[in-house]
């Protein structure tokens, strides 16, 4: 019982540095963007009007949507938005047109995601470092560097993985939620009645008498709920229960404390509404404030940089996107992984938001469309997998997620209205990758039907060669192929050229699927062909590391037992080369060909051996 308590402390820690980071940073910003652009009459009725607002968004978008109806739809304990993507299309998949706009959407949502992952990082390190600004404005000329300086740093260890500290994740996290309560209570004190805003009425009476207004503001209301997707997304890593217990004891406390602590701030000196963030600690410690900030953000950052590797990751067993160089910064820990493309890409994309942008205000007029339209899409799929998944009533469906529908949409209504103003940006990211993943997606099922068509049936084919046999020479060939029961280009190759053939021979097949996890126990269906020659396939989830050989370990006793050093491995290697009247738009093939060119090596992708691997190409027009 001792150790349950022990794990469940450490875990509720855990998802307070990692989960809530990114929400935890939003006060930097939250309440200076409402207030700060004048579009709202600096009233007491209207601070508490506005602070209403805040704490039921909180409690409606993040609360009762993520913390209690989302988390439930977990995929084999596993969340995020492909995971739900999987649930999604799992459940309408006797419905194949549906389904394949479901995945579509998905997907959109998905690229998205890394629209907001630019804009994220950008936006949290600037407002904290802009902190210094309130320490001495001489220090204006430095928040662009520094924050720079604090960016490049972040990325560049992230080859050295995150394990080593990863630890202090929590505790600092922990003191600078500490340190909101602390910062907001100083100031309620002096006006114990801010805390009437709790009551829904004031935020009622706001929108009643300013309906505009407040479908305007709505775009920067939504800043306090940055990284509520995080929640979802953070699923597998902590379980339910300390994501529920981190929210509800620590983390929304400390928030609302610190927003209400804002606002009361603001009734005794409307003044601070420049940076009322930082103008509520005491000049002492201001400094240290802006120290423990960009702390804060940075945690904050690291986690969106992992969950983006863990999505990358995701998407490309899914079939979305080509293979990348993935790399293990632990032996401990699979899910640590370091992929270098995104993470410099990632880099570059935010250099350019930071310098784009210049100012946070700024940034968070480009914020808000690419969260609200992938908490949207989340809300879609949810109606979708509690329908279709769990069977539950349309009536009841209706009720659950329609209620979110509106909200949702509503606050991506408002955060269109910031489209000129650089709302533009992460949607243009999001609508990149979008394109990269779907002409890989279309490309790849282009090439498997040209393959397909192509394919020369491997039974009748074996009995063809067996007739009269070529040279058998010791050993163990594994032929990679992307069908089953067809003769891999690499064999035909081999034969023409080498003119032998390996004692044992295995026709291995991957397929990945929309699931989380496959066990070892199936993860591998043998069917012997004959001749010593067996036809396997290989299963793996989209969280599972594919390791070919390790698979074929648990094959032993069927007859096809593997020695490493009497075993080769032979991969096709195809050259892509784009044709006029194919199956897409020419611009399209020339990029499928050129990502497929760039693709890393699935002897790399697979796990397979360096020193035991065979490649032999072929040019295929598609």
């Known amino acids: ?14 998802a307070i540095g990692v989960v809530y980071g990114d929400i935890g940073t939003s006060v930097l910003y939250a309440v200076k963007e409402v207030f700060g652009h004048g579009h709202v009459p600096f009233t007491p009725a209207n601070v508490y009007g506005i602070l209403s607002i805040f ?22 304990g596993e969340g995020g938005l492909v995971a739900m993507l999987a649930l999604a299309s799992q459940a309408v998949k006797e419905k194949p047109q549906l389904r394949a706009r479901l995945l579509l959407v998905g997907i959109f949502g998905t690229s ?57 994740f929590g505790p600092v996290t922990l003191i600078w939620f500490a340190v909101l309560a602390l910062l907001g209570i100083s100031h309620i004190v002096r006006h114990p009645e801010i805390l009437g805003a709790l009551s829904p009425h004031h935020a009622l009476l706001f929108m009643w008498h300013h309906p505009g207004t407040t479908f305007i503001i709505l775009g920067a209301v ?25 929210w509800f004891s620590i983390v929304m406390p400390a928030l609302t404390l610190n927003y209400f602590g804002q606002g009361a701030l603001l009734l ?18 201001q400094l240290p404030l802006v120290v423990l900030a960009t702390m804060a953000t940075v945690i904050a950052s690291q986690a969106l940089i992992t969950g983006a590797f863990s999505v990358t990751k995701q998407v490309i067993q899914l079939g979305y996107l080509p293979r990348l160089n993935i790399q293990h910064t632990s032996v401990r820990d699979t899910g640590q992984i370091y992929i270098p493309a995104v993470n410099w890409g990632l880099f570059v994309a935010i250099v350019l938001a930071v310098v784009l942008f210049r100012t946070s205000s700024s940034l968070a007029a480009a914020y808000g469309i690419a969260v609200t339209l992938d908490m949207l899409i989340t809300t879609i799929l949810t109606f979708f997998v509690i329908r279709y998944g769990w069977k539950y009533p349309l009536a009841l469906c209706i009720a659950a997620t329609g209620w979110f529908f509106v909200v949702d949409f509503t606050f991506f209504a408002s955060n269109l209205l910031k489209l000129i103003d650089g709302g533009w940006f992460p949607l243009m990211i999001g609508g990149m990758v979008f394109t990269l993943m779907t002409t890989w997606k279309s490309g790849r099922s282009i090439l498997n039907e040209k393959l397909k068509t192509d394919a020369i049936d491997l039974q009748s084919f074996l009995e063809a060669v067996f007739v009269n046999p070529p040279t058998r ?21 081999n034969l023409k050229h080498n003119k032998v053939l390996h004692d044992h021979n295995l026709f291995v097949t991957v397929r990945n699927h929309e699931v989380p996890w496959i066990g070892m126990d199936k993860r591998a269906v043998i069917t012997p062909l004959g001749h010593d020659c067996w036809q396997i396939v290989i299963h793996y989830g989209f969280k599972n590391d594919p390791d070919v050989p390790r698979a074929l370990e648990h ?54 051996p360096n020193n035991s691997v065979v490649e032999l190409g072929s040019k295929i027009e598609i």
């Not at 001792?2 to 794990?7: A, E, G, H, R, T």
Request: aromatic letters at 10%; hydrophobic letters at 50%.
């Open 1 to 14: 019982m001792q150790n349950s308590k022990s794990s469940l402390a450490a875990l509720t820690l855990g």
């Open 55 to 76: 704490f039921w968004t909180l409690t409606v978008i993040v609360s009762i949507k993520y913390v209690v109806l989302v988390l439930r739809a977990d995929n084999n």
């Open 112 to 168: 998205l995601f890394y629209g907001d992952g630019v804009i994220t990082p950008a936006i949290s390190v600037l407002s904290a470092v802009e902190g210094l600004e309130v320490v001495s404005p001489h220090f204006k000329d430095w928040v662009i560097p520094i924050t720079l300086v604090v960016l490049l740093g972040l990325f560049a260890v992230q080859k050295r993985g995150t394990g080593g500290i990863g630890r202090f």
């Open 222 to 246: 939504v800043l306090c709920v940055t990284g509520a997707e995080a929640l979802y997304a953070d699923l597998g890593h902590f379980g339910k229960k300390p994501i529920r217990l981190a």
């Open 268 to 285: 005794s000196n409307p003044e601070a509404v420049k940076n009322p963030f930082y103008l509520m600690a005491p000049d002492w410690a």
């Open 473 to 493: 020479v010791e050993g163990t060939a594994v032929f990679l192929t992307a069908e089953p029961g067809t003769v891999p280009n690499a064999m035909l190759h």
């Open 555 to 608: 094959l032993r006793g069927h007859g096809c037992d593997l020695e490493p050093m009497t075993t080769s491995y032979f991969l096709s290697r195809d050259v892509v080369v784009p044709s006029i009247g194919g199956g897409m738009a020419a611009w399209r093939e020339k990029l499928f060909a050129q990502m497929h060119h760039n693709a890393s090596a699935a002897a790399d992708f697979l796990n397979l």
